[in-house]
């Protein structure tokens, strides 16, 4: 009944009649009521969840006493999921122990001198460098801090990086220590 | 009464044609068989799962040793599950071989396309679930893939992993997926891809025989159905009374195991992306499968192709040739970039996004090119058979990278023997 009514219409009044707009009134207010619909979804969904993953909060796991690591090690340190490196010139790099490539653990390989990921056969030298692909890009650190001999490793800010520069590593300040 | 309700979904009378088994082989019926039996055992399931990281690994092994019929239960669900995705895909393989995407059902082609992805959604938040290193560590890989999308990956993955790692959000977003949204989304796709049979006709018959001879649908059609419905329950209640689902060690965030595996049915795309820089693996190919999947439904086809298993003779013959073709080339393409291609070490210097991406994959196309040309030029095919050929080439390919990533990667992921 409606239909046809509404095709008749169509036929014989040409101006946009009452009708007309009153249609284009509830189409545009039903857009915008799905609009909304949708965007009190999808807040909802992500409830909670902005504060936890936006990597600005501070948390600094000790990882041990700066003498106690000795040069050209590599420390794995379990709880805050990273190594933590001395280089041979005695500065501190934290490498998450995340593959870069689609995020397996990747374990140190004493031996080889490298990290070899079990996933899909990346390796990453000690200062987290990509020696073979799939991962396009080296592991990412976590800053270090030291104070009073202990090395602080703060695993909230996870830095993501192109490549390995001098300045990534962090040493004992001679006077302190 | 259950009578006219039956009639709800078939008509009174079905073409005498339409029963023939080679026609269809019952993987229609099949699909709808399993998701049954999926969602009967799924239900029982829920009695007893806990959807949290401490209690998930428990309640499971609570059901399997110490529930009656615990593990006959969960394996029909994980046998089902896993029979759905090749049933659903030799499903799609029957509708294109027998031309059946043509239109009036190049709308339905859609719809079943998106209900196989459904079923594959459907089975990737079910494998998070038992809360075992397999699950947890196929996951981490499969989320981790989203991050090479431009733009939109890295938030889509906070998103689906509610946080940075895989961890309680996450399962609480799988198990909400798996257990009420897909669900509610798979009920309401099914009957309108039912509906959509019923609108064009019934399912496709060759031209030449349709219309010939009417036969009752509860006497002829439906007795078939139950017949392979029946057959199909008791072979998956075999299978579940002496196979079980496998259950791994508890998940450990802090231990990947060696070599670690997406699910066997993403194994295609894993075996990609061990060739291709993760942009193109996950990202680029993936979008232009879809799209070539979709795009195959448009154009026009002369409607005496319907119901014809390969098109022609000629179609089945190129069908042949494109098959071997790739199933040779396949291999040989693996080989070859395992070994000998390494465009990262020859043109160092350049983004790996190029070196390991962009050349590899113009390499590909090209040699692709140069191939599709030989052949139309040797066989001079109509549109039909050329989408046809190039359909089963790429299939093909990904069938034989689905089964080298299955069995043929060991340690490393290196190349190895299975046995």
């Known amino acids: ?177 | 009464m259950h009578k006219s309700l039956m009639l709800h979904f078939r008509p009174k009378k079905v073409d005498e044609k339409a029963l023939d088994f080679t026609l269809t082989f019952g993987l229609g019926g099949m699909a709808v068989t399993l998701i049954a039996l999926l969602f009967a055992t799924g239900l029982l399931l829920k009695f007893y799962y806990l959807p949290f990281p401490d209690r998930a690994y428990d309640s499971i092994t609570y059901l399997t040793d110490t529930v009656t019929f615990g593990p006959f239960i969960r394996n029909i669900h994980y046998w089902s599950a896993n029979f759905l995705v090749i049933v659903g895909f030799f499903h799609l393989l029957r509708v294109f071989f027998t031309s059946a995407y043509h239109p009036p059902r190049r709308l339905n082609w859609v719809i079943g396309i998106g209900l196989l992805l459904i079923i594959l959604l459907f089975n990737f938040s079910g494998y998070l679930l038992p809360w075992d290193q397999l699950s947890y560590w196929a996951v981490t890989i499969c989320t981790g893939m989203m991050e090479y999308v431009p733009w939109i990956g890295k938030g889509m993955q906070l998103a689906i992993r509610g946080g940075r790692d895989v961890g309680s959000s996450t399962l609480s977003i799988f198990y909400a997926a798996h257990t009420a949204f897909l669900p509610a989304v798979i009920i309401l796709l099914m009957p309108f891809h039912f509906w959509r049979v019923r609108k064009a006709g019934g399912i496709v018959v060759p031209v030449s025989s349709s219309g010939e001879k009417k036969v009752s649908s509860i006497q002829d059609l439906m007795l078939r159905e139950l017949v392979v419905a029946l057959v199909l329950v008791a072979f998956v209640f075999c299978i579940s009374i002496f196979f079980n689902a496998p259950l791994g060690e508890k998940a450990n965030p802090g231990l990947s195991p060696n070599p670690t595996k997406a699910p066997w049915y993403f194994m295609g795309f894993q075996e990609i992306l061990l060739h291709f820089h993760p942009l193109y693996a996950v990202c680029i190919i993936p979008l232009l499968v879809l799209l070539g999947l979709l795009g195959a439904a448009r154009g026009k086809y002369p409607s005496s192709r319907e119901g014809i298993w390969f098109v022609s003779s000629k179609g089945r013959f190129m069908a042949i040739v494109s098959f071997i073709a790739a199933i040779m080339l396949a291999p040989a393409g693996i080989l070859l970039d395992e070994y000998v291609v390494d465009f990262v070490a020859w043109i160092p210097g350049v983004s790996p996004i190029v070196s390991n991406g962009l050349i590899p994959f113009l390499v590909v196309f090209l040699l692709c090119t140069l191939l599709y040309l030989l052949a139309v030029k040797l066989f001079s095919p109509d549109r039909n058979e050329k989408v046809q050929m190039v359909f089963v080439f790429f299939i093909t390919v990904f069938i034989v990278f689905t089964i080298i990533g299955i069995w043929f990667r060991g340690e490393g992921m290196k190349l190895a023997r299975p046995f």
Not at chain 1, 9 to 20: D, G, M, Q, Y
Not at chain 1, 148 to 173: C, P, S
């Open chain 1, 1 to 177: 009944m409606i239909r046809s009514n509404r095709g008749k219409i169509k036929k014989t009044a040409e101006p946009p009649s009452r009708r007309s707009f009153l249609t284009i009134l509830w189409t545009v207010l039903g857009i915008a009521a799905i609009g909304e619909l949708i965007a009190v979804i999808i807040t909802f969904l992500k409830r909670g969840k902005t504060g936890k993953i936006s990597g600005k909060s501070e948390n600094l796991i000790e990882a041990g006493y700066a003498d106690s690591f000795p040069v050209n090690s590599v420390t794995a340190n379990i709880q805050g999921r990273f190594y933590l490196c001395r280089m041979a010139d005695g500065g501190f790099l934290a490498l998450s122990s995340k593959c870069t490539h689609l995020g397996c653990t990747v374990p140190w390989e004493e031996k080889e001198k490298r990290f070899a990921c079990p996933c899909h056969g990346s390796s990453f030298d000690s200062n987290g460098s990509v020696i073979t692909a799939p991962a396009a890009r080296p592991l990412d650190m976590f800053p270090v801090h030291i104070e009073n001999n202990m090395v602080k490793v703060d695993t909230g800010k996870r830095i993501e990086r192109e490549k390995f520069l001098k300045n990534q590593l962090t040493y004992v300040k001679k006077g302190l220590s």
